[in-house]
């Protein structure tokens, strides 16, 4: 494929220390299936980490929003207060719009955590769960249910693969969205 893009998938994810070792590994398992998918040619995956030091980095992920012919994201409430993750998802849904296509056709979701408290936009969508190996705990990868996330990633992957298939051709003027997150939910209190 002789293109301007750059990446297969765009990772859209919430950073958090307890989770970023997990998000690695989930991403070097999505990595290896779906390059199995693509027929051995490797999947190009940009991660936020990937940005060196010194470098604009709320450009360069405007740039590799662009360069990228899909997005995976995971999901969880804390994704959809940040503005950043926020951003890109719009991104995507705004590329969605200008090609006339269906919502999230450019889009993979993972479901890190709950569902409640996301936006009605993101509750209609079919994602792929892995709250039940949402774990931050190392020992976690030499575990049995670690197995169990295996069994999830290989299929999805052959979703992501179809997206890509069909991902549309480059173009310069994709957009890039700026949003903000949702507000936090309150707690409310019964009265005593």
Known sequence: MSDDYQYEVFLSYKRHNLTLDWTRQVTQRLKLWLTEELGGREARIFVDETIDVGDDWP???????????????????????????????????????????????????????????????????????????????PAFWNSPKAMELEAVLKPFARSVAKIIEGAPKFRNDWPVVEKSGLKVPKIKLARL
């Not at 740039?63 to 719009?90: D, G, H, N, T």
């Not at 995507?92 to 569902?115: N, S, T, V, W, Y």
């Open 59 to 137: 450009e360069a992920l405007r740039l590799a929003l662009k360069r990228s012919r899909c997005m995976v994201c995971i999901w969880s409430p804390s994704y959809f207060q940040s503005s950043w993750c926020v951003s890109e998802w719009k991104s995507f849904l705004a590329r969605e719009k200008l090609l006339k296509m269906k919502p999230h056709g450019l889009i993979a979701p993972l479901r890190f955590h709950d569902g409640e408290h996301f936006p009605k936009e993101a509750t209609n969508v079919e994602w792929a769960d892995v709250a039940p190996f949402a774990v931050t705990v």
